[in-house]
């Protein structure tokens, strides 16, 4: 006979219960639906694609702006709802103080230049990441893109900028504590509600172009369970069929969060 099981209570993890459930395939497994409702992506190859075309880094990341266009305006028309894009991490201050100080001065560039498209689009700006890290100059333009857009019902746009997976669950953690909740109160909901991301579901599919096979602390809690597509073409290079082909793929899988 065999033992009685006690599960515990906050099992399957709270953030992603809503995720799992739905309809069930013919075989009893948890169906996907045909198009993922976050996708985030870490946009990787700028400075590969620069040193294979003899043009400057800086002229590889202004490339590599274009290709968020281009990929904003594809997720709109695809009618995807929430679009993550890794754009600056925390470790990328390790870089030289001339490719910093010029990717914060393309930063406040596209922002000014990229705004009224974005509202046009029905865009909404969420930045993921410490802001008051940022140059002053830096952070008033991201205020008022935030601002600007805040009306915005078609995509949700969220840019990691000065963002490290490990240092939001820092910063997560300390606004826990900070809030007086005791150590009992503390689950996955409450931990998710602290995190840069809340309100928001987790990320269905993780695109990484430039051909790596890792998640470089990007969203490291919320992608516990998305769907990795790795392709080896370089950001800069990332088109919408890049993308169609990606959201194919996750068509095409079957997701069981551990069921």
Do not use: C
Not at 73 to 91: I, K, N, Q, T
Not at 130 to 158: F, M, Y
Not at 192 to 198: D, I, Q, R, V
């Amino acid at each position: 006979m065999p033992l009685p099981i006690h599960r515990p209570k906050d099992t399957p993890p709270l953030v992603h219960e809503e995720r799992a459930a739905g309809a069930d395939s013919a075989e009893g497994e948890p169906a996907a639906p045909e198009l993922p409702v976050h996708v985030a992506i870490i946009m990787d190859g700028n400075r590969r694609w620069a040193r294979a075309h003899g043009v400057s880094e800086m002229e590889g990341h202004a490339a590599g702006v274009e290709g968020i266009r281009e990929i904003i305006r594809h997720a709109v028309r695809r009618e995807v709802p929430v679009l993550s894009l890794y754009a600056f991490s925390r470790e990328n201050w390790a870089r030289s103080d001339e490719e910093v100080a010029g990717l914060f001065m393309l930063l406040e560039k596209v922002i000014r230049n990229e705004t009224p498209e974005l509202k046009a689009e029905g865009a909404r700006v969420r930045l993921l990441g410490r802001l008051d890290e940022l140059p002053v100059s830096a952070q008033e333009s991201i205020r008022q893109a935030l601002d600007e857009t805040a009306g915005g019902e078609r995509l949700q746009l969220n840019i990691a900028f000065n963002y490290s997976g490990r240092t939001e669950l820092v910063d997560a953690a300390r606004q826990l504590v900070a809030s007086g909740k005791r150590p009992e109160e503390i689950d996955e909901a409450a931990l998710a509600g602290a995190l840069y991301t809340a309100g928001l579901p987790d990320p269905d599919m993780v695109i990484r172009t430039g051909g790596d096979h890792r998640l470089s602390n990007f969203l490291i809690w919320q992608a516990a369970y998305a769907e990795i597509y790795v392709t080896a073409t370089l950001w800069p290079d990332f088109g919408p069929d890049n993308l169609d082909a990606a959201l194919e793929e996750y068509a095409s899988r079957q997701r069981r969060f551990g069921r």
